[in-house]
């Protein structure tokens, strides 16, 4: 069973958006989870990590300040809050459950993959 990432849209520049990503198997809550985005015609990138219990978090150089990831394991939810949108942030965004209990940048280290969500920002 997939991961269920949801809370994307349309957002103008400068504007916030919320994604949420749910583990319906409830088997997350001592792994590492992520955030991932993949821009059309461009790689998958990472974006940012928490370990599994939250106190640790890692960001991509080019959203730190702006995005903050958190969890909440009494309800199997990642999230992902994304302030100051510009669009070069326009992407699908996939949440991810790492084999480890600490976070990665590296998609290899997930072993569970979300849908995705569509994030678009007009300008």
């Known amino acids: 069973v997939q991961l269920q990432a949801s809370g994307g849209g349309l957002v103008q520049t400068g504007g916030s958006l919320r994604l949420s990503c749910v583990d319906p198997?409830?088997?997350?809550?001592?792994?590492?989870m992520g955030w991932f985005r993949q821009a059309p015609g461009k790689e998958r990138e990472f974006v940012a990590t928490i370990s599994w219990r939250g106190d640790s978090t890692h960001y991509a150089d080019s959203v730190k300040g702006r995005f903050t990831i958190s969890r909440d394991n009494a309800k199997n939810t990642v999230y992902l809050q994304m302030n100051s949108l510009n669009p070069e942030d326009t992407a699908v965004y996939y949440c991810a459950a790492s084999r480890y209990a600490t976070g990665s940048s590296e998609a290899s280290r997930y072993a569970r993959w979300g849908q995705g969500t569509l994030v678009t920002v007009s300008s």
């Open positions: 198997r409830r088997t997350s809550t001592n792994n590492g």
